[in-house]
């Protein structure tokens, strides 16, 4: 109860009776000094038990639906700050972008990068060996490509690529939501085309202004190009992991083939390793590739650019197994390549096409010629490496393997290891003999030498007596190379050697004999391509051509006007002489059926390196076994396993071609001093061919074998130099000199 200002009573005004009719106070109804009226009986018409409280309004229309409060009052209270919020955050996104692209270049100056130059690498065929640059490989129309390819990359990553602006609001939308319901970054909510801003424009880091330009400039690609054309454009720079960028490279770093030939499951991987390039690599994990690309898959089926039928055929593939490397021999020549391009049209500024000397034919039969030799018995002879270069008659590569395989090991050693040749340098030693009057039947004689503190022996560590030049050579006797070393001059010698093809700084002292001078197997082995081409030098190459991609010629070299480096009549007798070789000496394992062949062997000290250069009137093939830290072969010389190798290579090479003789070996006919003739019953030349050890017959006491029929060169002078006393003694006419004179000319 309380009082009024008068100290009169004031009722309170709410309560009710039992009909549950409500009581109210009306203005009329005035409190007095003299006591209060009556309370007016007001009917309910907000539904039973319903009271209002004094000073609020009545609710009008009852329940929830009242106008003042209720669910639907909340949506629109709801909708109203939604909107408030909208109009403010839509501001200040605005300001944003506005602060942002204020912060970028003016649109009328963007363009797009170029794509960093490619040199395409092809055979003499067309065929492509490799790509080589910052990408990997050339770009491709999107015409051009497996329509796999775009179709796995679309279904994964941008379902709605041909439909949205640039950005995708539902897609960004998706992703939103299923990372908050996995609670981790499960999906990406950039378009193809933001993708494509990112990768040409920007720089990886996460950042809100990063973000901002790439919807900005995702904008500006999608009014600039059409859908096409940027999604052609993202497919040939988008990274694939293993320095692969763009599907060209990524095709051949992982399938050894174009796009342009990608099937189902291929196109799938390739997609798949967009989300983790390394880590869902083929060459890395190839199941986990493969489970990706399974995803990929029913994604395809979910957009339905593939049935069922499709699927379960590209499903039940093998899953795709990758070297950690680029595999196969033809990128020793790639690298050649790009090692000599610089020295040729200097930097690399614009897509490059390379023609060159390679038959990927021959190329392919090498590498398996040095895999299946190594394979079968390098182990067991304790060899690990080999190499092998094929060269033709104007020192065209035709083949080249640098080791036993590229993906273990990027080393080329056909080119670049420079080795001890062995006694595959005595050609050089008696060709230059030959320049000074010997021929194949002046004889020496093989017993113990000694030079200075140098005493060589031979192989077996057997001495002949008197023998010709020509067995000394088939046999590769040591003494008999290191005499005619001395007869020469070893400067003589390293002259000769330089002017047939060896680059390589040589040694200019008795021992040059027995190579110990170290050269690399290409220019040892173009250095035997005279012998073959008739005395012309063979300067080794693999470039013929090097044109820009819209067919302009910037480099070009045919060799086909070579200096003659031997005498026709120094090459005739060589052949002769390294025929032998073949039939009746060190490198009988290398003899070919139906083709007349030479060559010689080299060996080093210790086995720690076995050779054989040998030659067909068609293709010149050097090839080196041994082992990279020069540890020792168990017994392998250059009659074993290179021979071995270089026969199976070559058979192959020649396979479908006629034989033809070598040059100057046939028809020619022994003359002796003052032009008499062989006696008779005495073997003539060309029994050579039929391996008789007597095909040189010894010259009669005190004389030396003179020039051929037909063929014109100095005779021997019978004050020519000779070996000193104790190098042993010579059939011919001698002159004792000292060591001093021999070394100084004089």
Known sequence: MASGKSGQRIEPSFGGDDDGDEFRVDASDRVTAGGRKPLKRAKASEGRGKRETRGRPAKRGGGRGGSGGGFFGLVRRLAYWCIVLGIWGAIGVGGLVLYYGARMPSATSWSIPDRPPNVKILAVNGDIIANRGATGGEALALEDMSPYIPQAV?????????????????????????????????????????????????????????????????????????????????????????????????????????????????????AGLLKAPSRLSPARDPEAAEARAQVV?????????????????????????????????????????????????????????????????????????????????????????A?????????????????????????????????????????????????????????????????????????????????????????????????????????????????????????????????????????????????????????????????????????????????????PAIVSEMNRMMVRVLTNGTGKKARLPGWEAAGKTGTTQSFRDALFVGYTSNLTTGVWFGND????????????????????????????????????TTGVQPVFDEGGMAAAGETAPDGLMGGDPEAFPAPPAGVDGTAAVEQVRPAEQAGGPIPPAGVGETTGTTRRTTLFELLTGG
């Open 154 to 270: 679309i279904a994964i990553e941008d379902r709605r690529f041909y439909s949205h602006f640039g950005v995708d609001p539902l897609g960004l939308v998706r992703a939103m939501l299923t990372n908050l319901t996995s609670g981790r970054m499960v999906q990406g909510g950039s378009t193809l085309t933001q993708q494509l801003a990112k990768n040409l424009f920007l720089s990886p880091e996460r950042t809100l202004e990063r973000k901002v330009q790439e919807v900005l400039l995702a904008f500006w690609l999608e009014q600039k190009y059409t859908k096409d054309q940027i999604l052609a454009m993202y497919l040939n720079r988008v990274f694939f992991g293993s320095n692969a960028y763009g599907v060209e490279a990524a095709s051949r770093r992982y399938f050894n083939k174009s796009a342009r030939d990608v099937n189902l499951g291929e196109a799938a991987v390739l």
């Open 297 to 385: 898959l029913g994604a395809m089926r979910e957009e339905g650019y593939v049935t069922d039928a499709e699927i379960k055929t590209a499903m039940s593939q093998t899953p795709t197994r990758a070297k950690s490397f680029w595999s196969g021999a033809e990128h020793y020549v790639a690298d050649m390549v790009m090692d000599q391009l610089p020295g040729m049209i200097g930097e690399v500024k614009q897509d490059l096409v390379i023609d060159t000397t390679i038959d990927l034919t021959l190329e392919k039969k090498a590498e398996e010629v040095i895999a299946a030799t190594l394979d079968a018995e390098g182990g067991k002879l304790n060899a690990s490496q």
């Open 387 to 567: 190499a092998l270069v094929s060269i033709d008659g104007t020192g065209a590569i035709r083949a080249l393997v640098g080791g036993r395989d590229y993906a273990e090991s990027q080393f080329d050693r056909a080119s670049k290891a420079k080795r001890q040749p062995g006694s595959a340098f005595k050609p050089f030693v008696y060709a230059a003999a030959l320049e000074i009057g010997r021929t194949p039947m002046s004889v020496r004689n093989d017993a113990p030498v000694r030079i200075g503190n140098w005493t060589p022996e031979n192989y077996d560590q057997k001495y002949r007596g008197e023998v010709t030049l020509a067995d000394a050579l088939a046999n590769s006797l040591n003494t008999i190379a290191a005499q005619l070393v001395m007869e020469v001059g070893p400067q003589n010698v390293v002259q000769l050697a330089h002017r047939m093809g060896i680059d390589s700084e040589m040694q200019a002292n008795a021992s040059i004999a027995l190579g110990t001078s170290e050269v690399t197997l290409v220019e040892l082995t173009s250095s035997y391509a005279p012998f073959m081409n008739g005395g012309f030098k063979a300067t080794p190459h693999v470039i013929r051509r090097i044109s820009t991609a819209d067919g302009t010629v910037l480099y070009e070299n045919t060799y086909d006007n070579p200096p003659r480096v031997l005498d």
């Open 629 to 664: 830290d020069g540890k020792s072969m168990k017994k392998v010389t250059g009659g074993g396993l290179p021979a071995k190798a270089w026969h199976d290579f070559m058979v192959a090479a020649h396979e479908g071609l006629s034989p033809s003789p070598l040059f100057g």
